[in-house]
């Protein structure tokens, strides 16, 4: 079945960049949207950025004008490149995209998660 696979995250200097990626195992028949989320330590998860169908996005304040979310040739992969990071940026990041899949049903789909560190 599909799964979704995050990569990139790592240990950063704050004023440094990362980019992350995530690609899906599967294929899928449609996707509606395609996010990234963060999750602090003892927070909730929050929405980073999304990018719909259409191309149109949306991104949490914290982050505008430092972060890019883009989709990739490839209808099922998706990137976050992300600037000037900041201490509180930290968190584990993680991939969703709402959707079809050819072998599967309409719902939301979660990679497991990569960790982004940022040091002051």
Request: with cysteine.
């Amino acid at each position: 079945q599909v799964q979704l696979v995050e990569s990139g995250g790592g240990l950063v200097q704050a004023g440094g960049s990362l980019s992350l990626s995530c690609a899906a195992s599967g294929s899928f028949f449609s996707i509606n949207s395609m996010a990234w989320y963060r999750q602090a330590p003892g927070k909730q998860r929050e929405l980073v950025a999304i990018i719909f169908s259409d191309g149109s996005t949306n991104y949490a304040d914290s982050v505008k004008g430092r972060f890019t979310i883009s989709r990739g040739n490839v209808k099922s992969t998706e990137y976050l490149q992300m600037n000037s990071l900041k201490p509180e940026d930290t968190g584990v990041y993680y991939c969703n995209m709402y959707g079809k899949p050819l072998g599967g049903i309409l719902r939301d789909y979660w990679g497991k998660g990569t960790l982004v560190t940022v040091s002051s």
